[in-house]
């Protein structure tokens, strides 16, 4: 078992739909990144995050680490949204473990 | 300013040949990391630098792989000798490292490993 686990694996949306992608995961952490991949492109990170809610632009990610678990949540989606979305975890050990990511296409 | 880089883009090679990838992290990070994607699978994590020390290779495969950061600057990744399992791609990522903002990692575009 992976010790980070996202879903949903795959997402299709309509322009303008609001989505959610959730990230779980199964060991201590001291951050929790949220990173970008569009087809063919690099990975951007987007957010990191210990504790709470970060918002940019039409992004918001949240993290509860009582429940071990976050959310990345994109208002108003659009077209350029469309890419692979993946959680990552830093244990406090400073190791890094990643979820499989999740594909998110969003249909104009 | 210049983000991470890394050569070649894509690399194939045969089973049993070596490749050197190399990565430069953005000017002034202490730290670097080394990442890989096999098909299919997650984003699995290698190791670590600070500046030119090995922080932490707990993610390392084997023996046949061989990373160094000479002068704390740019790092190579070595594959000697390189065996089908070993296609995939490569991720390198630097880091400020001190601490909050600072640990934000920015990812290179990443080596295409193909091993025929």
């Known amino acids: 078992k992976n010790e980070v686990e996202q879903s949903p694996q795959n997402l299709t949306a309509q322009e303008g739909e609001f989505i959610t992608i959730n990230c779980s995961y199964s060991v201590g952490i001291s951050a929790l990144h949220w990173l970008q991949q569009h087809p063919g492109g690099g990975i951007v990170s987007l957010f990191m995050?210990?504790?709470g809610k970060k918002k940019h632009g039409r992004l918001i990610a949240t993290i509860n680490i009582q429940e071990k678990h976050s959310s990345l949540h994109i208002t108003a989606s659009h077209p350029r949204d469309s890419a692979v979305y993946i959680c990552?975890?830093?244990?406090?050990?400073?190791?890094?473990?990643f979820g499989t990511g999740t594909s998110l296409t969003v249909i104009p | 300013e210049a983000g991470v880089t890394q050569f070649p883009s894509h690399s194939v090679i045969e089973k049993g040949q070596t490749v050197t990838l190399r990565c430069d992290p953005i000017s002034g990070h202490d730290n670097l990391y080394w990442y890989r994607r096999v098909m299919g699978k997650e984003i699995k994590f290698l190791l670590h630098?600070?500046?030119?020390?090995?922080?932490?290779e707990s993610g390392m495969p084997n023996n046949r792989f061989l990373a160094e950061r000479t002068g704390g600057t740019y790092s190579t990744l070595k594959v000697q000798p390189a065996e089908l399992e070993d296609s995939g791609v490569y991720f390198c990522?630097?880091?400020?490292?001190?601490?909050?903002?600072?640990?934000?990692?920015?990812f290179g575009p990443g080596t295409r490993l193909t091993v025929l």
């Open positions: 630098f600070v500046k030119e020390s090995k922080q932490d």
């Open positions: 995050l210990s504790s």
């Open positions: 990522a630097s880091s400020q490292g001190a601490g909050g903002r600072a640990d934000t990692q920015y």
């Open positions: 990552a975890v830093r244990n406090t050990g400073n190791q890094f473990y």
